[in-house]
């Protein structure tokens, strides 16, 4: 499938049309979804309708992009991955990021599949259907935004949208072999994303390089009216930052992410990447971030505890499945969101009432936020020596389908080395940097995670575009 540069090429040539472009992709996904099930619904007439009109001399002028289904699109179901919404909700209005898409001259195309309301890291919490990674079906594409890492690295897409909470972006990214990037909290609109846990969720672009990261990043950004955490600054032009130079950057090594719990051939996997960064002019500096230990714990507080207020709105009765037969309307509350919700839902949202209980709100909810607060410390002192941090992005690489189901504990802790980011606020990027090799599974793609300063995404892209370029990872077919 070709990249966002080199379709746009073929429009500006003549040699493809976006009907041309669109067909094709509605194709391959025909042939090949059955096995990936990355995607939930995908209406090619409506894209083949709408391309008659695109004007291909805006900056993605024709380029279809898959969206995951948990951001709205005006006309087309959002499931949210969910048995309450099952394509029976159909949205009303775009996302923030959808009117920039079309006002950029992009097409929405397709609903990629995810963990329920954005709660999981393999996709096997979706009520559709459980998304398998492309380089070995046998496995899981990690989450939530599973089905978009798996289309846009199954050629299914040329790119995708997904959204990262703790990591819902780079970590599947990582595991299936694309390019992720997860923005500073504030720099893209959150509007129009049903929320799972707002002080933490950002959409961000899933692509096949660097490049096209920088692209689509640039569509999406931007001050939004409708979301009141969205910043006013002005959006850099992020494609400037493709191809400069990386000598002299500082690039810090968190001791924290490299130790126990490692799977040794991520670690050296990862380690030969920061090396190869260190031959492009990089200068590696050891730094430590020692409140990681907490993160995980951290997050789940805070996470569940948001999560349990914004999904107190699906009550059956505006939209979604409402149960029959219900007594009165506490029974058909009640009813509904048994039915609807699925167990991991179900165990969050739990969670994160027990957490904000009368009782206990100081003990876990307040603290957590003090702990936070103790992160976000750690990434400013540690961002006052270094310019970018290097990390693994997963402590192993895809593991099976249900081999962590029945251990949320195990499952929560796959989260380890991506979700300080979002509890900072920061941003970060995941971004192909080789293959495990050993003889008991299928060769499984490795990402290397930097991580930026807020508002830093030019820096992340310059580093990442630097080493993408000296390797050949992104080149590496299925």
């Known amino acids: 499938m070709p990249t966002i540069t080199e379709l746009r090429a ?9 009907g041309d472009a669109i067909r094709t992709l509605s194709k391959t996904i025909d042939n090949t979804d059955g096995e990936i099930k990355g995607y939930i619904s995908y209406d090619t007439d409506a894209a ?14 024709g380029v279809p992009i898959a969206i995951k289904d948990v951001i709205n699109v005006k006309g087309q179901p959002c499931t949210c991955g969910s048995n309450f919404l099952d394509q029976k909700y159909t949205a009303p209005y775009d996302a923030g990021v959808i009117k920039k898409l079309r006002a950029a001259g992009a097409i929405p195309f397709g609903r990629a599949n995810m963990d329920e309301f954005a709660m999981g890291s393999s996709t096997e919490n979706s009520a559709i259907q459980t998304t398998r990674n492309p380089w070995d079906t046998s496995r899981i594409p990690g989450g939530s935004s599973g089905g978009s890492a798996a289309v846009v690295a199954a050629n299914e897409a040329i790119a ?17 072999g694309c390019v992720g990037l997860k923005p500073t909290y504030g720099r893209v609109s959150r509007y129009g994303l049903v929320a799972f846990a707002s002080s933490l969720d950002q959409i961000g672009p899933m692509t096949q390089t660097v490049e096209d990261a920088a692209l689509l990043l640039q569509a999406i950004s931007g001050h939004d009216a409708h979301d009141s955490t969205c910043v006013k600054d002005a959006v850099p032009d992020y494609s400037s930052f493709v191809g400069q130079d990386i000598k002299g950057l500082k690039i810090g090594l968190p001791k924290e992410y490299f130790a126990e719990g490692l799977d040794a051939e991520v670690k050296n996997t990862v380690e030969a990447a920061i090396a190869q960064l260190e031959s492009l002019g990089a200068e590696p500096v050891e730094i430590s971030l020692p409140h990681t230990e907490y993160a995980v714990a951290t997050y789940y507080i805070i996470a569940t505890a948001e999560a349990s207020t914004n999904l107190a709105r699906f009550d059956a009765v505006r939209y979604g ?18 039915q609807g919700f ?12 027990y957490v904000l209980s009368s009782g206990y709100y100081d003990a876990y909810y307040l603290q957590a936020q003090k702990v936070r607060t103790l992160i976000r410390k750690d990434f400013t002192e540690a961002f006052e020596k270094v310019d970018l941090i290097a990390s693994p992005v997963t402590p192993t690489p895809a593991f099976k389908i249900g081999e962590k189901s ?9 989260d380890i080395y991506t979700i300080s980011a979002n509890l900072a606020g920061i941003c970060g990027i995941s971004v192909p ?22 508002f830093a995404e030019g820096d992340l892209i310059k580093a990442a575009h630097a080493y993408e370029k000296s390797t050949t990872w992104q080149k590496t077919a299925l």
């Open 48 to 61: 083949l309708a709408e391309a008659q009109n695109v004007d291909l001399s805006l900056p993605l002028g």
């Open 406 to 414: 029945n251990d949320p504990m195990a499952m929560y802790l796959a």
């Open 433 to 454: 940097c080789g293959f495990t090799q050993s003889d008991d599974h299928k060769p499984l793609p490795v990402g290397l995670q930097l991580l930026g300063k807020p």
């Open 321 to 338: 499945r409402r149960a029959p037969d219900a007594d009165n309307l506490i029974d058909q509350y009640r009813r509904s969101r048994e």
């Open 342 to 353: 699925g167990e991991e839902v179900k165990r969050r949202i739990i969670l994160g009432t």
């Open 10 to 18: 073929s429009y500006q040539s003549g040699d493809l049309t976006p």
């Open 160 to 176: 995708a949208l997904g959204s990262d909470t703790g990591g819902s972006i780079r970590q599947p990214a990582a595991l299936c």
